[in-house]
């Protein structure tokens, strides 16, 4: 949410333009701020915003369900959300409104499922931020676990898919095999093929080139880095050339 996406173009328009409950939010927090729309790659709807937004509303309805924001999870937001000093205000004007509408979070969630459908892996990206979130503080706690599965749920995403994406930010029973999602017996042209698909997903390189926001593309560079922790420790059991 940098001025980069947050231009001056007047705050009334915005909410009409997103729509839903995101629009409704990023509307009245707006004031004088919108999407610069010049030059865009998402259309007439601006999904970067939705993204952003969307991410923003999650994070302080999961910090609601917890109870307590922590030190950590403050700097843990900010290395998730990109924020200029100049529009540092407006942000957590965004995340205060969030954390106390009576809107509940489902309605944000069941919005960026429907927009980002046909980019599932958009969808893990807010999972993925979420998730660094709420691990800042050394755990995930269970009304937050509750809560990242039920946004998973709304996302689309199976106990499998959750799994796998926990155990790229949870301490799990030490197993690599889960975070590159393949069972331990798995041949190493498996894994070798498993392991250049999942960096070809990730590489934050790949959301740059499709003018992702800036989120997105530190998302992917956590993921990308927890893959490859995992394959160095797979490559060391087995020996591998």
């Known amino acids: 949410m940098s001025l980069g996406i947050w231009g001056k173009i007047g705050g009334a328009g915005l909410g009409a333009l997103v729509g839903g409950p995101i629009g409704a939010l990023a509307g009245s927090v707006a004031g004088h701020f919108l999407v610069d729309r010049e030059g865009a790659p998402f259309g007439a709807t601006p999904r970067d915003v939705v993204f952003t937004t969307g991410l923003v509303a999650l994070a302080a309805k999961m910090a609601k369900s917890d109870g307590v924001v922590t030190p950590s999870e403050v700097e843990a937001f900010g290395q998730v959300i990109e924020v200029e000093p100049q529009a540092r205000a407006s942000v957590e004007r965004l995340f205060d409104l969030a954390k106390k509408t009576t809107d509940g979070f489902e309605g944000y969630a069941q ?14 990206d807010v999972l993925d931020g979420l998730f ?82 800036p989120e997105a593309v530190a998302i992917a560079t956590r993921r990308l880095a927890a893959i490859n922790a995992a394959w160095d420790r797979i490559v060391q059991e087995r020996a591998l050339a």
Not at 177 to 190: K, Q, T
């Open 132 to 213: 660094h979130i709420a691990k800042a503080d050394g755990a995930i706690h269970q009304n937050e676990d509750r809560y990242l599965r039920e946004v998973a749920r709304i996302f689309g995403l199976d106990e499998p898919a959750f799994e796998r994406l926990a155990a790229r930010h949870v301490q799990r029973a030490d197993d690599p095999y889960l975070v590159i999602g393949l069972e331990r017996g798995a041949s190493e042209a498996e894994l070798k093929a498993r392991y250049r698909s999942l960096v070809a997903e990730s590489h934050p390189d790949r959301a740059i080139a499709r003018g992702l926001p």
């Open 111 to 124: 919005q960026l499922a429907s927009t980002f459908h046909d980019e599932p892996a958009l969808l893990v």
